[in-house]
């Protein structure tokens, strides 16, 4: 059974920081790139950052390159997603997905929310 299970998140105050987690059990990790997807309230997804399937290369949108950061550790099949100097409109559930090298493969965590307000 395919599972992605986010967790990680939290409320938190403007400049703080959070640090995500998915969990990926069911289908081979290390074949897929991985990503995090955000969804604020009454938006449409936003494409967060991606890191390929060995990790090797990552990339970020603009509005949070320079204070997020991407990673993975294939042994343990976990993503992270560090999150530092948060704003409000960092607000969002964040999704973690999981895209096939080769194949249309692709699988999507259930979310997890992730509050900043003083």
């Known amino acids: 059974q395919v599972q992605l299970v986010e967790s990680g998140g939290g409320l938190v105050q403007p400049g703080g920081s959070l640090r995500l987690s998915c969990a990926a059990s069911g289908f081979k990790f290390e074949n897929y790139a991985m990503s995090w997807v955000r969804q604020a309230p009454g938006k449409g997804l936003e494409w967060v950052s991606r890191i390929t399937n060995g990790g090797s290369t990552t990339s970020y949108s603009d509005s949070v390159r320079g204070r997020f950061t991407i990673s993975r550790d294939n042994a343990k099949k976990i993503l992270y997603l560090q999150m530092n100097d948060l704003k409000p409109e960092d607000a969002a559930v964040y999704y973690c997905?999981?895209?096939?090298?080769?194949?249309?493969?692709?699988?999507w965590g259930q979310g997890t929310q992730v509050t900043v307000s003083a």
């Open positions: 997905n999981a895209k096939h090298l080769y194949t249309n493969s692709e699988y």
